[in-house]
């Protein structure tokens, strides 16, 4: 067999003689053999394609397995501590489908939609690996909501309903994933009865960390349900359901912690934080939010506190104020291009008048007054003079054109 030196061979594949000296080290190049210090090269060896370039990602064909069988790589103990994203993305480099999952999530949770749209439109042309594919669905999913677009929406759920299951196991992660996106726009309507009673024993453990999340998701869209009378579950009603989220969120919490997986124990934080809100008990969630802050803002995860400035908008800001200055100023950004068009997907696809233009104070006394509070507990409750409420509704009545009995649909 004929042999070339590294420096010629690095002249004709136009790369340095360091980089070709670590890929023989690695073993990318067949039959290169090493001479002391220096590497002899095939004459007919091939350039392996360069993994840490999108190109050479894109052009990859292998159908390499994700590390996790799950297709919420970032909900999983990949993202361990606060500030790790950098890191965590660049271990995945031997993996091109699992470093763009994973580096496309935590773009997500950072707001930066473009770059979610390119990583779906990549793992699903490239449609290889099964949990690739439902990623791949997932991430179009979210950048619908952002975009407001019903077309790419139904697009993402044909991509997860197609995905090619290959057993029981993997058709339930299916149902998880339709869920999971179903849950984002608060429709519970298809859920299945496992999934509503928080029977997860048949998904795999790598699974579990987002079934965690959705399910608190789902028992807050109840609640609210409940509360608001928009749907009936027997021998509940009112706030109940509400007041009795916490007591399954906090285990919830205290395992995410156990399992380090920041990202699950973020979104739980700030779910249990809502629940507390409308309970009346501002103290336990913002003791919540300032933990969930600790965890987000190192890696600058603002997209996903932009996301729950519909629901507590008004204690984020306060407990951001007193943090970070200009990541107050970007959440308050990002949430206002999130909310109009989540508005318009959820209205479009729910049948329901769903609102954006309210302010964090209207949406409030909204939501209160969906659940049949009356104008002294709202003014008890918001810290408002019974007139500045009366004011409030006649407002949200004029933007909306909805009657007081109808403002569940505010959300």
């Not at 509360?227 to 109940?240: C, H």
């Not at 318009?344 to 104070?361: D, M, P, Y």
Request: glycine share 6%; hydrophobic share 45%; net charge positive.
């Amino acid at each position: 067999m004929d042999y070339l030196k590294t420096e010629e061979v690095a002249q004709q594949w136009g790369i340095s003689s360091r980089r070709l000296q670590t890929l023989c080290a690695e073993g990318k190049i067949e039959g290169a053999v090493r001479f002391g210090r220096a590497w002899m090269i095939p004459k007919d060896a091939k350039k392996p394609r360069d993994g840490r370039t999108k190109a050479g990602r894109m052009a990859d064909a292998s159908d390499m397995p994700m590390p996790k069988k799950t297709p919420f790589l970032h909900m999983t103990n990949l993202y361990s501590a606060p500030g790790c994203a950098e890191s965590a993305i660049e271990a995945l480099s031997e993996n091109p489908e699992a470093q763009t999952l994973f580096a496309a999530e935590i773009a997500y949770s950072r707001g930066q939609i473009d770059k979610v749209y390119e990583s779906a439109n990549y793992l699903l042309k490239k449609h290889s690996g099964f949990y690739a594919v439902l990623a791949g669905g997932m991430l179009l999913a979210q950048c619908a909501i952002w975009r407001g677009d019903l077309s790419m929406w139904r697009k993402a759920k044909i991509h997860i309903s197609e995905a090619n299951a290959k057993n029981d196991t993997e058709r339930d992660i299916i149902t998880l994933s339709l869920c999971a996106v179903d849950s984002m726009l608060y429709d519970v309507r298809d859920f299945p009865e496992w999934f509503k009673i928080g029977c997860f024993e048949m998904l795999h453990k790598d699974a579990l960390p987002a079934a965690k999340v959705f399910y608190a998701k789902y028992l807050y869209a109840a609640g609210h349900g409940i509360a608001s009378q928009t749907a009936e579950m027997q021998g509940v009603s009112g706030l109940a359901l509400m007041g009795l989220l916490p007591a399954t969120i906090e285990p919830m919490i205290s395992w995410a912690m156990a399992d380090n997986t920041v990202i699950s124990e973020i979104y739980l934080r700030l779910t249990c934080a809502v629940a507390y809100h409308y309970t009346k008990n501002d103290a336990q969630a913002i003791r919540h939010i300032d933990r969930a802050l600790a965890l987000a803002l190192p890696d600058k995860l603002y997209g996903l506190l932009a996301e729950y400035c519909r629901t507590i908008g008004g204690l984020i800001e306060y407990r951001l104020q007193k943090l970070d200055a200009e990541a107050l100023e970007e959440v308050h950004r990002l949430y206002h291009s999130y909310v109009s068009n989540w508005a318009k997907l959820n209205s479009q696809i729910t049948g329901r008048q769903v609102v954006a233009n309210l302010t964090k104070q209207q949406r409030a006394v909204a939501r209160l007054a969906a659940f049949k509070m009356s104008d002294a507990q709202i003014a008890e409750r918001m810290h408002m003079s019974i007139s500045g409420v009366k004011q409030a509704i006649r407002t949200i009545k004029q933007k909306s054109g909805l009657e007081r009995d109808a403002f569940a649909a505010i959300l």
